[in-house]
């Protein structure tokens, strides 16, 4: 898969710099993921949860951290939207 968005997760890091290792092990399996579908996902990450338009959280830290993004299984491209705490999650509008 291709990232797009990175730069969202370089500035969650900044602020969150107990997640970085965490969300750069996320970034390094999903550049490395040829996911097909939601299953291959659910597969590598039980947790995650699906939503309408391929949009999948993924959890990071224990659920401590989200990660929002689009998925594009024909063109093999993540969209990064959103990286925040969980409690910035819950205000989220999708």
Not at 14 to 19: D, L, N, P
Not at 30 to 46: C, F, H, L, N, T
């Amino acid at each position: 898969m291709r990232a797009h968005g990175v730069g969202i997760l370089d500035d969650f890091m900044r602020r969150h710099a107990e997640a970085r290792e965490q969300v750069n092990a996320w970034l390094y399996e999903v550049e490395r993921a040829e996911w097909k579908g939601s299953r291959d996902i659910k597969e590598r990450y039980p947790s995650a949860s699906f939503l309408s338009d391929n949009r999948v959280i993924f959890n990071i830290k224990g659920k401590k951290y989200r990660i929002a993004v689009q998925v594009s299984y024909k063109h093999q491209i993540v969209l990064i939207d959103r990286c925040g705490t969980h409690a910035e999650y819950s205000k989220w509008k999708f």
